[in-house]
Nanobody, 118 residues
């Protein structure tokens, strides 16, 4: 498994931006898919975005056009740029890793709180 540490959460007004970062304990280049999940109050954990080792990306419909995921394989980091934030984006955001031959994300960070409120 990979140890993951998130940073960059906080409180922002609607329409604002935040940038989340995730640092991995070892090289993630070409071996792990990386993802950002979130769990809002009273909600199930959901996949927000993922990025393959080759850089292919996927986004939940609710964040398309607002969020951008990227990875730096040299620095072992994954970033989620969140723009035009809405109150419904309020959640704990988790970084996760899925080994390239695995079907499930099974390495998790501790989570970082994002609160969007006026």
């Amino acid at each position: 498994q990979v140890r993951l540490v998130e940073s960059g959460g906080g409180m922002v007004q609607p329409g604002g931006s935040l940038r989340l970062s995730c640092a991995a304990s070892r090289s993630i280049f070409s071996t792990y898919h990386m993802g950002w999940f979130r769990q809002g109050p009273g909600k199930e954990r959901e996949l927000v975005s993922s990025i393959s080792p080759g850089g292919s990306t996927n986004y939940a419909e609710s964040v398309k056009g607002r969020f951008t995921i990227s990875r730096d394989n040299a620095e072992n980091t994954v970033t989620l740029q969140m723009n035009s934030l809405k109150p419904e984006d309020t959640a704990v955001y988790y970084c996760s890793a899925r080994y390239i031959l695995s079907m499930t994300f099974n390495s998790w960070g501790q989570g970082t709180q994002v609160t969007v409120s006026s």
